[in-house]
């Protein structure tokens, strides 16, 4: 008893009510995409996706209980079981999963069907918590690189296999980990210029044009450092290889399926098939963007409530919010993710367990992918890729997934001094 | 060194929403034109089309009504064929059509309806009824035709047509919208304003599918069509009717004004048309047909042929020259066959005798006091200022202009200033001698049939008309036609210079043209002759009865019937004996008319 009083006082509860205040928004506003002015249907009524919610929302309640009273050592023991068991179910989905839109995503019996790749996230957060724990784990070490991006690559190239390109690419947000838990800076000024000049050589019509801004650049760094023959060359080389590079990804690009550089292309002009694979994004930002300083009023959306918008309800729930919030109702949503976010990052800071805090920071890169990539997908930032808003989508997998993601990290920082007293 | 990397990822985290609220800022509050697409999105503008006003004859019999048609609309994205051929033999289509229609349909939208299947008649839409509903992506919108229940009046009551580009952009209203319905001739064209009732428009807001999900803000903005306002036409539809069977296989006009009051009886314009061929889904190739007819069914003889008027212009000579101090009934000249041809008659002949028997020297001596004042002692200007003086006085008559009836595309004849003839010969190079051929109404002279029928009403109603118009009430409601219709025009001749003209009239009918006269009914009338350089001439006859209280007044052009004694007077008969006894008696006459043999 005196161990339990010990952790319910350090629960963090911030981060719980700002949780529950973005499920229930969700939730409120799933009604809203499905409301039908013609007829009508409560928002608990469990034949509107509503009302499935409030089942998934108890469900997820119920998640939560579990694993605030289970022993908080049972994660760390049972992360590489975890990880293991849904590496396997994802090996097996395809052969024993439901075929949905050439995508075989979910296994489960009847009504009861599960997303492994959903559940794959917080296995393979733990997964790294429980390799990177050990004092000897170190990011500067190539042998430890390779371990710890080993453990993502896994799911990552069984879930391209399905494929679900989107979700294998949140696979990538434990990079924002791996930078906290001290990998070298360089990885990500090199990745973070790599995508820049993917995106610039995509986005220039003309190649030509990037090549002679970066050959200026090159040059102004040329005549203004030290003019030492070794970084002169290397200099050069570099601009070479930009070049090259931005070449080269036109050629890549142009030898992909049509559909899939549409979908390149798109993010860059959603005018060039309004009609067709701009469709998305243009019904999309039309939703969002009729929606004004203080919204159309709940309930009173015209986007989509039609059906304009696809996926509304889905990975596409941000427009409602948008169309019947406005930008008011946008800044509280946005407001509330990063305010949970920074808390999560505070909470981790203040682990005093490796493994706690490397898992803290797992929590924290999946959610922040998500909330950033979702949120700049309907707005027309980032090409559209099937990726829910955490708490707020549709879905029992989704939230599921994310509840327990998040309250797997709450359990253990509410645990932190025992954890602490023993590994100390 | 990884102890700054937390504040890194909270300042990344900060940047990340503070991106994302800027770019929503950008669309959501800066940029106002995502809110006009998603109300073009979904809220849809449907146009609630009025009915079009109807058109009665003068005793109540309708003339134009609407007529439902039906259009067969396709959704393309929800349209499911099945087996072609079958479908092609129920909607009783070609396979290329069909191909060619519904491509034509998805280009347009896949979403939003196209027509299919233009205008069905009720008794196809009867049969096809029952299928439709094997085919989802299929409906049926209701519009109207025009239809004639008696084939009648086609040029005087006009079609309705979908709008020209040049219309849609001389529209300044901005009332009417690509593919609407106009009216293009006739009453039609000419009261459009009153017979298109005002459209009404329906917000209503539609899903990505089109589906209408109920109206827009409870239909705050929505407003209700208004139907077209009804007119009485002033067309006596027996007597239209008569009057066409009488002008069926000849060309020419009839015009039959009831002369207290300017309203126009009868119009026929021979040949004619049926106006229920212009309507409906055949009017393009129909249209196409009659235009291309030699014998011009569409040209509306009435208002549009001009001809020389002829002999019957003396009697507006006669009149100008009473009341000028020129004439007196009791000016004598003698029948000079060295001036002009004349036929056999007594001479010399006073006023009264020179209307009976139409003498061509009299007026050649008469038009020549007229013009001919002395005011100058030069000739040429002299005839130049009795020219000028004289046509003032004769274009009161109606003449030289359109008179304004409410149909369109009236011409307005001419009559000759010195202006015209100046430009012909040269100023100061012409005097009587010139220009005598006027006196006789020949020359440089045109009249519409309507202007000789009008001038008819004038000798009836002993000098003052009321510009001939078609519409007498318009929703019931006599005041409601154009003012200038209600306003009397007088010609500027004293009452009592009618006397005689119309008391030679009455005689003339016993000497040109003994056919017309009717047992018990007193015509007064006069017949012409319009010079015809291509062929034979055309027969003219004007006439008004009873001559005590006249009741019709008619012109009656038969082009290439010779002389107008014949032809034309006879029908005119026929049409007052029609008219005023609501019967017709004399059927040889009624026989010799039909037949035609008029040479």
């Not at chain 2, 025009?146 to 009648?152: A, D, E, I, K, V």
């Not at chain 2, 010139?434 to 020359?443: E, K, M």
């Not at chain 2, 007044?553 to 005119?572: C, D």
């Amino acid at each position: 008893m005196r161990q339990d009083d010990l952790y319910i006082n350090k629960i963090d509860w911030i981060s719980i009510a700002i949780y529950s205040v973005l499920v229930i928004i969700g939730w409120i506003n799933i009604y809203a995409a499905v409301y039908d002015e013609q007829s009508i249907k409560s928002i608990f009524d469990f034949s509107i996706n509503s009302g499935k919610q409030l089942v998934w929302i108890g469900t997820a309640v119920l998640l939560i209980t579990v694993i605030m009273v289970a022993d908080y050592r049972l994660f760390e023991n049972l992360s590489l079981i975890l990880y293991g068991f849904f590496i396997i179910l994802l090996i097996i989905t395809p052969f024993i999963g439901k075929e949905v839109n050439g995508q075989i995503l979910s296994v489960g019996f009847g009504a009861f069907r599960i997303q492994p790749a959903e559940f794959t996230k917080f296995a393979t957060a733990l997964a790294l918590a429980k390799l990177m724990e050990r004092s000897t784990f170190d990011l500067n070490q190539f042998k430890y690189q390779l371990q710890a991006i080993g453990v993502i690559m896994v799911p990552v190239i069984l879930i391209m296999l399905q494929p679900d390109t989107g979700t294998a690419m949140v696979y990538f947000a434990f990079f924002i980990m791996l930078y906290r838990e001290g990998m070298p800076q360089w990885y990500y000024a090199f990745g973070l210029s790599f995508i820049a000049i993917t995106l610039l050589s995509l986005g220039i019509e003309n190649n030509l044009f990037l090549a002679i801004g970066v050959g200026v650049i090159i040059l102004i760094l040329i005549l203004l450092g030290k003019k030492k023959i070794p970084r002169i060359i290397s200099l050069l080389g570099i601009g070479v290889l930009i070049v090259g590079y931005s070449y080269s990804i036109d050629y890549v690009v142009s030898k992909l399926p049509e559909h899939q550089q549409n979908r390149i292309m798109v993010l860059f002009n959603p005018n060039i098939d309004p009609l067709g694979v701009g469709w998305n994004v243009t019904q999309s930002k039309i939703a969002i963007g009729s929606g004004g300083f203080f919204g159309k009023g709940y309930l009173e959306g015209t986007q989509t409530k039609f059906d304009f918008v696809p996926e509304q309800h889905t990975d596409f729930i941000f427009c409602t919010l948008g169309e019947e919030f406005g930008w008011v109702g946008s800044l509280v949503v946005i407001v509330l993710f990063c305010a949970l976010l920074i808390r999560l990052v505070m909470l981790a800071e203040r682990q005093k367990n490796r493994f706690s805090r490397i898992y803290g920071y797992c929590v924290i890169s999946i959610l922040l992918f998500h909330f950033m990539i979702n949120i700049a997908m309907t707005i027309g930032l980032f090409p559209v890729v099937g990726i829910p808003l955490p708490f707020f989508s549709y879905g029992g997998s989704s939230l599921w997934s994310f509840t327990i993601l998040l309250f797997i990290f709450i359990k253990l920082d509410s645990h932190r001094i025992q954890l602490l007293s023993r590994i100390g | 060194m990884n102890e700054q990397r937390p504040i890194t990822i909270i300042i990344a985290i900060i940047i990340i929403g503070a991106v994302l609220l800027t770019k929503l800022f950008l669309i959501q509050v800066v940029d106002d034109s995502f809110l006009k697409k998603a109300e073009s999105n979904a809220i849809q503008r449907v146009v609630d089309h009025p009915y079009r006003g109807l058109v009665y004859d003068r005793t109540g019999k309708i003339l134009v009504y609407n007529y439902p048609i039906f259009d067969l609309m396709v959704i393309p994205r929800e349209f499911q064929v099945g087996d072609t051929t079958r479908f092609c033999e129920i909607f009783k289509i070609s396979k290329e059509y069909l191909v060619e229609t519904y491509t034509a349909a998805k280009k347009y939208s896949s979403v939003k309806p196209s027509p299919l299947i233009k205008q069905i008649s009720t008794t196809d839409f009867a049969r096809i009824q029952d299928f439709l509903i094997d085919y989802p992506g299929l409906f049926v919108m209701t519009r109207s035709v025009r239809s004639y229940p008696q084939p009648s009046a086609a040029n005087a009551l006009g079609y309705i047509g979908e709008i020209s580009s040049n219309q849609l952009e001389r529209d300044s209203s901005k009332y009417y919208r690509q593919g609407d319905y106009v009216g293009l001739s006739g009453i039609e064209g000419f009261y459009e304003n009153d017979l298109r009732g005002v459209k009404g428009v329906k917000y209503k807001l539609v899903n990505v599918r089109g589906v209408d999900k109920g109206s827009f803000k409870d239909g705050e903005f929505d407003t209700a069509s208004v139907a077209g306002k009804n007119l009485v036409s002033t067309i006596d539809l027996v007597l239209q009717e008569y009057g066409e069977k009488l002008m069926a296989g000849k060309r020419g006009s009839v015009v039959a004004i009831e002369p207290k009051t300017g309203e126009v009886l009868a119009m026929i314009s021979a040949p004619t048309y049926d106006p229920n061929l212009l309507t409906g889904a055949l009017f393009g190739n129909n249209y196409m047909d009659l235009n291309r007819d030699e014998s011009k069914p569409l040209f509306n003889r009435p208002i549009m042929a001009m001809y020389p008027p002829g002999s019957i212009f003396k009697i507006v000579q006669s009149l100008v020259g009473l009341q000028m101090g020129v004439l007196t009934p009791n000016t004598t000249y003698s029948c000079n066959r060295s001036l002009v041809a004349c036929h056999n008659h007594p001479s010399p002949v006073n006023l009264f005798g020179a209307i009976r028997n139409s003498c061509n020297p009299y007026y050649h001596q008469a038009y020549r006091a007229m013009i001919n004042r002395e005011v100058s002692t030069n000739t040429f200007k002299d005839t130049e200022l009795g020219l000028n003086a004289w046509r003032e006085s004769v274009l009161k008559f109606g003449l030289g202009s359109s008179l304004g009836i409410d149909l369109k595309n009236e011409k307005g004849g001419s009559i000759p200033s010195s202006v015209l003839y100046d430009r012909i010969y040269g100023e100061g190079r012409w005097k009587y001698s010139t220009i005598y051929s006027l006196s006789i109404g020949q020359g440089e002279m045109l009249v519409t049939p309507l202007q000789m029928a009008n001038l008819a009403a004038i000798f009836a109603n002993k000098g003052y008309y009321y510009p001939p118009h078609m519409i007498k009430a318009i929703d019931g409601d006599p005041n409601k036609i154009p003012e200038e219709f209600r306003t009397r025009k007088e010609v500027g001749v004293d009452a009592h210079h009618f006397d005689l003209i119309q008391d030679a009239m009455a005689e003339a009918i016993y000497g040109t043209a003994a056919r017309a006269a009717i047992p018990d009914i007193t015509i007064a009338g006069k017949t012409g002759t319009a010079q015809n350089p291509q062929g034979e001439d055309h027969s003219v006859f004007i006439a008004f009865a009873p001559k005590e209280n006249p009741q019709i007044a008619i012109a009656v052009y038969v082009e290439n019937a010779g002389w107008g004694g014949r032809a034309a007077a006879s029908t005119a008969s026929l049409m007052i004996e029609m008219y005023i006894r609501r019967e017709v008696k004399r059927l040889d006459l009624e026989e010799y008319v039909l037949v035609g043999k008029f040479m």
